[in-house]
């Protein structure tokens, strides 16, 4: 979706550009970028949005998106009625509009799978879920520059480090239409090392998880665009 970002102002002035001033460096400690995670997670904490807003927290920077244009929600409504058939007599169920934390990261997924008895798995403060029980992440790619480098690349990252074991991207906006489905997260080099990546059109099979077997293809991406 197409975002805002507020990132963190940097006040941090390092030992080196101020060594004449040592008595300083415990407040230098202080600005460090710890604190300034913390600053991001208060002020977003305190937001008031707009009806159709949302706030996520990613690498550092507070990105407010807007809800999705017709496509992008056609895709997402597509996949979750066919998840929800799919996972009818298990105890996982497919989520919307919902936080997902991990840490000081906050992200809002346009889908994701995670047990239907979640109250375990609430934050402490009741503002989402931990990462943690996630077991299927999806977005829906957005038009434009920021929202494709936010889902391709910085929530990507975000996903990996956080384990969650299946990410999957539906980009229209890669050649004439992709879905990539990535597994085997490595959180602590945020990546993901295995990628299957298909055209639409071509099915694929979420590889392992409570949605394990579920296939994605033309019924819910619609045709390889521009075919």
């Given at each position: 979706?197409?975002?805002v970002?507020?990132?963190?102002?940097?006040?941090?002035?390092?030992?080196?550009?101020?060594?004449?001033?040592?008595?300083?460096?415990?407040?230098?400690?202080?600005?460090?970028?710890?604190?300034?995670?913390?600053?991001?997670?208060?002020?977003?904490?305190?937001?008031?949005?707009?009806?159709?807003?949302?706030?996520?927290?990613?690498?550092?920077?507070?990105?407010?998106?807007?809800?999705?244009?017709?496509?992008?929600?056609?895709?997402?409504?597509?996949?979750?009625?066919?998840?929800?058939?799919?996972?009818?007599?298990?105890?996982?169920?497919?989520?919307?509009?919902?936080?997902?934390?991990?840490?000081?990261?906050v992200?809002?997924?346009?889908?994701?799978v995670?047990?239907?008895?979640?109250?375990?798995?609430?934050?402490?403060?009741?503002?989402?879920?931990?990462?943690?029980?996630?077991?299927?992440?999806?977005?829906?790619?957005?038009?434009?520059?920021?929202?494709?480098?936010?889902?391709?690349?910085?929530k990507?990252?975000?996903?990996?480090?956080?384990?969650?074991?299946v990410?999957?991207?539906?980009?229209?906006?890669?050649?004439?239409?992709?879905?990539?489905?990535?597994?085997?997260?490595?959180?602590?080099?945020?990546v993901?090392?295995?990628?299957?990546?298909?055209?639409?059109?071509?099915?694929v099979?979420?590889?392992?998880?409570?949605?394990?077997?579920?296939?994605?293809?033309?019924?819910i991406?619609?045709?390889?665009?521009?075919?």
């Open positions: 979706m197409t975002a970002t507020h990132e963190a102002p940097e006040t941090v002035e390092t030992a080196d550009e101020h060594p004449e001033r040592p008595e300083d460096s415990g407040h230098s400690e202080a600005l460090s970028g710890h604190t300034l995670d913390e600053a991001l997670w208060q002020a977003w904490k305190s937001m008031e949005l707009p009806e159709g807003f949302h706030a996520e927290i990613v690498e550092g920077s507070i990105e407010v998106s807007p809800t999705g244009r017709h496509s992008h929600g056609q895709i997402v409504n597509r996949l979750r009625r066919a998840l929800e058939k799919f996972l009818d007599d298990g105890d996982h169920v497919a989520y919307q509009d919902m936080n997902v934390v991990h840490g000081m990261t992200c809002v997924p346009d889908l994701f995670a047990p239907e008895d979640d109250t375990e798995h609430v934050t402490e403060d009741g503002l989402g879920l931990d990462a943690s029980c996630v077991g299927l992440a999806v977005e829906v790619v957005s038009p434009g520059h920021r929202a494709a480098e936010r889902d391709r690349v910085h990507r990252r975000a996903y990996a480090r956080a384990g969650v074991p990410y999957v991207l539906i980009d229209d906006h890669d050649g004439h239409g992709t879905v990539t489905v990535l597994t085997s997260p490595s959180p602590e080099e945020a993901y090392a295995a990628e299957t990546r298909v055209p639409y059109g071509t099915e099979a979420i590889p392992e998880g409570a949605a394990k077997g579920f296939v994605i293809g033309e019924a991406t619609g045709p390889l665009r521009g075919s």
